[in-house]
Protein backbone atom coordinates (compact mmCIF):
# COMPACT_ATOMS: atom_id res chain seq x y z
CA UNK A 1 0.00 0.00 0.00
CA UNK A 2 2.90 2.28 0.91
CA UNK A 3 4.05 1.91 -3.00
CA UNK A 4 1.01 3.11 -4.32
CA UNK A 5 0.82 6.04 -2.08
CA UNK A 6 4.34 7.19 -3.10
CA UNK A 7 3.30 7.05 -6.81
CA UNK A 8 0.20 9.06 -6.18
CA UNK A 9 1.90 11.79 -4.78
CA UNK A 10 4.55 11.88 -7.02
CA UNK A 11 1.92 12.13 -9.98
CA UNK A 12 0.25 15.13 -8.30
CA UNK A 13 3.21 16.63 -8.21
CA UNK A 14 4.31 16.35 -11.54
CA UNK A 15 0.04 17.67 -11.99
CA UNK A 16 0.87 20.96 -10.33
CA UNK A 17 4.11 21.51 -11.66
CA UNK A 18 2.96 20.84 -15.45
CA UNK A 19 -0.14 23.34 -15.10
CA UNK A 20 2.40 26.42 -13.76
CA UNK A 21 2.91 28.23 -16.99
CA UNK A 22 6.74 28.71 -18.27
CA UNK A 23 8.46 31.36 -17.58
CA UNK A 24 9.30 34.25 -19.81
CA UNK A 25 12.74 33.94 -21.47
CA UNK A 26 14.84 36.72 -21.96
CA UNK A 27 17.71 36.46 -25.17
CA UNK A 28 21.17 36.87 -23.86
CA UNK A 29 24.03 37.14 -25.86
CA UNK A 30 26.71 35.17 -25.65
CA UNK A 31 30.11 35.89 -24.31
CA UNK A 32 33.29 36.99 -25.89
CA UNK A 33 35.81 34.48 -26.72
CA UNK A 34 38.48 35.21 -23.84
CA UNK A 35 41.88 36.12 -25.29
CA UNK A 36 44.62 33.55 -25.65
CA UNK A 37 47.59 34.87 -23.21
CA UNK A 38 51.48 34.83 -24.97
CA UNK A 39 53.88 31.83 -24.10
CA UNK A 40 56.09 32.72 -21.50
CA UNK A 41 59.72 33.75 -23.33
CA UNK A 42 61.96 30.72 -23.55
CA UNK A 43 64.74 31.16 -20.85
CA UNK A 44 67.66 28.35 -20.61
CA UNK A 45 67.88 26.26 -18.25
CA UNK A 46 70.26 26.91 -14.98
CA UNK A 47 72.37 24.52 -13.64
CA UNK A 48 71.86 24.91 -9.74
CA UNK A 49 72.45 21.82 -7.25
CA UNK A 50 69.03 20.06 -6.37
CA UNK A 51 67.68 21.30 -2.34
CA UNK A 52 67.61 17.68 -0.15
CA UNK A 53 64.82 18.22 2.36
CA UNK A 54 65.71 17.93 5.65
CA UNK A 55 65.02 14.86 8.06
CA UNK A 56 61.50 15.57 9.89
CA UNK A 57 62.40 15.39 13.33
CA UNK A 58 61.55 12.09 15.53
CA UNK A 59 58.59 11.49 17.16
CA UNK A 60 57.14 10.33 20.00
CA UNK A 61 54.71 7.48 19.45
CA UNK A 62 52.49 8.61 22.32
CA UNK A 63 52.19 12.49 20.43
CA UNK A 64 52.11 11.20 16.51
CA UNK A 65 49.52 11.95 14.38
CA UNK A 66 49.88 9.68 12.13
CA UNK A 67 46.82 10.63 10.28
CA UNK A 68 48.54 13.36 8.80
CA UNK A 69 51.22 11.12 7.07
CA UNK A 70 47.98 10.51 4.93
CA UNK A 71 49.66 13.27 2.24
CA UNK A 72 52.73 11.58 1.24
CA UNK A 73 53.65 10.62 -2.20
CA UNK A 74 52.51 6.51 -2.35
CA UNK A 75 49.01 7.75 -1.08
CA UNK A 76 46.78 5.00 0.90
CA UNK A 77 46.89 1.15 -0.85
CA UNK A 78 44.72 0.52 -3.57
CA UNK A 79 41.52 -0.37 -3.19
CA UNK A 80 42.07 -4.13 -4.96
CA UNK A 81 45.18 -4.58 -2.62
CA UNK A 82 43.18 -3.97 0.78
CA UNK A 83 45.00 -5.45 3.84
CA UNK A 84 42.52 -7.41 5.94
CA UNK A 85 41.54 -6.62 9.53
CA UNK A 86 39.71 -9.58 11.52
CA UNK A 87 37.92 -9.47 14.90
CA UNK A 88 40.08 -11.84 17.77
CA UNK A 89 37.96 -13.03 21.10
CA UNK A 90 36.65 -10.56 22.53
CA UNK A 91 36.59 -10.25 26.21
CA UNK A 92 33.15 -8.13 27.73
CA UNK A 93 32.97 -7.93 31.73
CA UNK A 94 30.16 -5.48 32.44
CA UNK A 95 25.94 -5.60 31.37
CA UNK A 96 26.49 -4.47 27.70
CA UNK A 97 25.98 -7.52 24.51
CA UNK A 98 29.56 -8.75 23.57
CA UNK A 99 27.38 -8.72 19.85
CA UNK A 100 26.60 -4.64 20.20
CA UNK A 101 30.63 -4.18 20.90
CA UNK A 102 31.58 -5.97 17.94
CA UNK A 103 29.06 -4.53 15.86
CA UNK A 104 30.39 -1.29 16.83
CA UNK A 105 33.36 -1.59 16.54
CA UNK A 106 33.24 -3.17 13.40
CA UNK A 107 31.11 -0.32 11.72
CA UNK A 108 34.25 1.74 12.65
CA UNK A 109 37.01 -1.03 10.85
CA UNK A 110 37.75 1.45 8.38
CA UNK A 111 39.41 3.99 10.82
CA UNK A 112 41.87 0.75 12.04
CA UNK A 113 42.63 0.04 8.70
CA UNK A 114 43.09 3.64 7.92
CA UNK A 115 46.20 3.46 10.66
CA UNK A 116 47.52 0.31 9.23
CA UNK A 117 48.25 1.62 6.26
CA UNK A 118 50.18 4.00 7.48
CA UNK A 119 52.40 1.62 8.84
CA UNK A 120 52.54 -0.52 6.06
CA UNK A 121 54.12 2.14 4.37
CA UNK A 122 57.00 1.89 6.10
CA UNK A 123 56.78 -1.77 6.55
CA UNK A 124 54.94 -3.28 3.64
CA UNK A 125 55.70 -6.93 5.97
CA UNK A 126 53.62 -5.42 8.97
CA UNK A 127 51.50 -7.56 10.58
CA UNK A 128 50.48 -9.07 13.95
CA UNK A 129 47.63 -8.03 16.78
CA UNK A 130 46.58 -4.98 18.78
CA UNK A 131 44.45 -6.05 21.44
CA UNK A 132 43.22 -2.78 23.10
CA UNK A 133 41.67 -2.51 26.70
CA UNK A 134 38.93 0.12 27.24
CA UNK A 135 36.52 1.22 29.67
CA UNK A 136 33.03 2.11 28.68
CA UNK A 137 31.18 4.50 31.15
CA UNK A 138 27.76 5.08 32.28
CA UNK A 139 26.96 7.33 29.59
CA UNK A 140 28.18 4.80 26.83
CA UNK A 141 31.72 7.12 25.75
CA UNK A 142 35.11 5.50 26.55
CA UNK A 143 36.95 6.52 29.23
CA UNK A 144 40.30 4.85 29.59
CA UNK A 145 42.38 3.11 26.93
CA UNK A 146 45.01 0.88 27.09
CA UNK A 147 47.37 -1.88 25.06
CA UNK A 148 46.06 -5.59 26.45
CA UNK A 149 49.11 -7.43 25.17
CA UNK A 150 49.62 -6.43 21.55
CA UNK A 151 52.30 -8.12 18.90
CA UNK A 152 52.06 -5.61 16.31
CA UNK A 153 55.90 -3.80 16.05
CA UNK A 154 54.89 -0.34 14.84
CA UNK A 155 54.48 1.85 17.87
CA UNK A 156 52.72 4.79 16.17
CA UNK A 157 49.96 2.11 14.59
CA UNK A 158 49.22 0.71 17.52
CA UNK A 159 48.86 4.71 19.00
CA UNK A 160 46.49 5.43 16.17
CA UNK A 161 44.16 1.96 16.65
CA UNK A 162 43.94 2.75 20.42
CA UNK A 163 43.16 6.77 20.01
CA UNK A 164 40.36 5.26 16.78
CA UNK A 165 38.73 3.23 20.23
CA UNK A 166 38.49 6.32 22.09
CA UNK A 167 36.29 8.01 19.53
CA UNK A 168 33.55 5.35 19.46
CA UNK A 169 30.40 6.06 21.31
CA UNK A 170 28.09 3.05 22.94
CA UNK A 171 24.71 2.50 23.69
CA UNK A 172 24.34 3.27 27.72
CA UNK A 173 25.06 -0.12 29.67
CA UNK A 174 22.52 -1.44 31.99
CA UNK A 175 23.99 -0.73 35.13
CA UNK A 176 27.91 0.50 35.67
CA UNK A 177 30.87 0.48 33.58
CA UNK A 178 32.04 -2.13 30.67
CA UNK A 179 35.44 -3.52 30.56
CA UNK A 180 36.19 -4.78 27.15
CA UNK A 181 39.23 -6.67 25.45
CA UNK A 182 39.13 -6.22 21.72
CA UNK A 183 41.76 -7.33 19.77
CA UNK A 184 41.84 -7.15 15.85
CA UNK A 185 44.30 -8.83 13.80
CA UNK A 186 45.83 -7.34 10.98
CA UNK A 187 47.67 -8.77 7.63
CA UNK A 188 49.49 -7.10 5.29
CA UNK A 189 47.67 -6.99 1.10
CA UNK A 190 48.27 -10.02 -0.90
Known amino acids: MRFQWRWLGASVLLAAC ?5 PPTVAVPPPAP ?16 AATPEPAPAQDPADATPLGALWGTRGPTPPNKAPTLRQGATQVNGRLPPEVIQRIVRQNFG ?10 RTNPKLQGRISTNFVIDQSGAVK ?18 QKGFGNLSFPQPEGGIVDVVFPIVFSPPG
Open 34 to 49: APTPAPPPKTPPTAEP
Open 144 to 161: RIADAGSDLPDPIVRACV
Open 111 to 120: RFRLCYEIGL
Open 18 to 22: ASDPP
